[in-house]
């Protein structure tokens, strides 16, 4: 299918030489789609952003797992293969794959007439990374008023999409439309790329600064990010002030009518990633994100004995 599009050959030699160095490495994969999103880039007919969207959900989930991510690869479906579009969605995949250090092992391109529609298009990626076994410490026991941080999100990331599209009755003309508010047209701001944690969370794993949980803010939104980040035995308070909300969240509460409840089981509320530490580490916590260039976002503290999520 390259050849036939005109596509450059990828290679899928990946060098692992790291784990030369480590006491007990192990591989982690995961894998994550983008096709919420694309039926945006769709309508926009912009596919720019999409394959760094597929790179970066994937990496961050081996981030949070504290694995170094090796490789990243993917399969495009579509009824009929484009070579502009194709080559939109690898260029993306490569330009981020390149900025991350890891390798790029190429595209799997599955022409699929009797699944997709016609210029429909979808992305599913797939990375490895690898972990030290030998040098991972065990997780700390979470304490109350331990801090939830989170660092922030550009946009929507990947979650939301479906419920922006029928909320917000979108087309490609509404998507023009520029919004004071916004700073900004709809379509330029569902459109931002999903930002990678890679390098803010290897900067405070050097650190040697104990994190007891992290995990990405994904599909589920920030509500089962959060159930998902907390221990049994552990609930928290939460808080998120309706002025501290992002303005594309405003608009789909106020315009969407989507109350915040629903917003935070669909929707990230503007946080990418999330994760536990101690209350004493919390202030040089914050300074290295900032350091790293991305925006620390303390969202509340472990309570106990309890399991639920407050939010004040």
Same mark, same amino acid.
């Given at each position: 299918m390259r050849e036939k599009l005109g596509l450059d050959a990828l290679t899928n030699e990946i060098p692992i030489g790291i784990?030369? *160095?480590?006491?007990?490495?192990?591989?982690?994969?995961?894998t994550h789609g983008v096709s919420g999103k694309l039926a945006i880039a769709s309508e926009l007919e912009r596919f720019d952003t999409i394959g760094r969207d597929c790179v970066a959900v994937c990496v961050n989930d081996l981030v949070a797992a504290g694995a170094k991510p090796l490789f990243f690869y993917d399969t495009i479906s579509c009824a009929r293969p484009k070579k502009e579009k194709i080559r939109d969605l690898? @260029?993306?995949?490569?330009?981020?794959?390149?900025?991350?250090?890891?390798?790029?092992? +190429?595209?799997? /391109?599955?022409?699929?007439?009797?699944?997709?529609h016609y210029d429909q298009y979808d992305m599913v990626g797939f990375a490895v990374g690898i972990l030290d076994k030998g040098t991972v410490k065990d997780k700390q026991t979470v304490k109350r008023s331990d801090? /939830?941080?989170? /660092? $922030?999100?550009? +946009?929507l990331h990947n979650n939301g999409y479906v419920a922006a599209k029928k909320k917000l009755f979108l087309t490609k003309t509404s998507?023009?439309?520029?919004?004071? *508010?916004?700073?900004?047209?709809?379509?330029? !701001?569902?459109?931002?790329?999903?930002?990678?944690?890679?390098?803010?969370?290897?900067?405070?794993?050097?650190t040697g600064i104990p994190i007891s949980h992290? @995990? #990405?803010?994904?599909?589920?939104? !920030?509500?089962? $990010?959060? &159930?998902? !980040? !907390?221990?049994?035995?552990?609930? $928290?308070? /939460?808080?998120?002030?309706? #002025? *501290?909300?992002?303005?594309?969240?405003?608009?789909? &509460? #106020?315009? +969407? *009518?989507?109350?915040?409840? #629903?917003?935070?089981?669909v929707c990230n509320m503007g946080v990418g990633m999330l994760f536990i530490v101690a209350e004493e580490d919390a202030e040089r916590v914050i300074d290295i994100i900032d350091e790293v260039g991305e925006r620390p976002v303390p969202l509340g503290l472990i309570e106990k004995p309890s399991t639920e999520i407050r939010y004040v």
């Open positions: 784990y030369r *160095n480590m006491i007990d490495p192990v591989l982690i994969s995961k690898e @260029t993306g995949a490569r330009d981020c794959c390149k900025e991350l250090g890891i390798s790029y092992a +190429g595209s799997e /391109i599955m022409e699929l007439p009797d699944i997709y801090v /939830i941080m989170g /660092i $922030a999100s550009d +946009g998507m023009e439309v520029y919004y004071e *508010n916004l700073q900004s047209t709809l379509g330029e !701001l569902l459109m931002q790329p999903t930002r990678c944690y890679l390098k803010v969370l290897e900067a405070i794993y050097r992290c @995990t #990405q803010v994904s599909h589920g939104g !920030l509500d089962a $990010a959060l &159930h998902k !980040l !907390l221990p049994k035995d552990c609930g $928290a308070v /939460i808080k998120q002030p309706k #002025q *501290n909300i992002p303005s594309l969240y405003k608009l789909l &509460h #106020q315009d +969407g *009518n989507m109350s915040l409840e #629903q917003l935070r089981s």
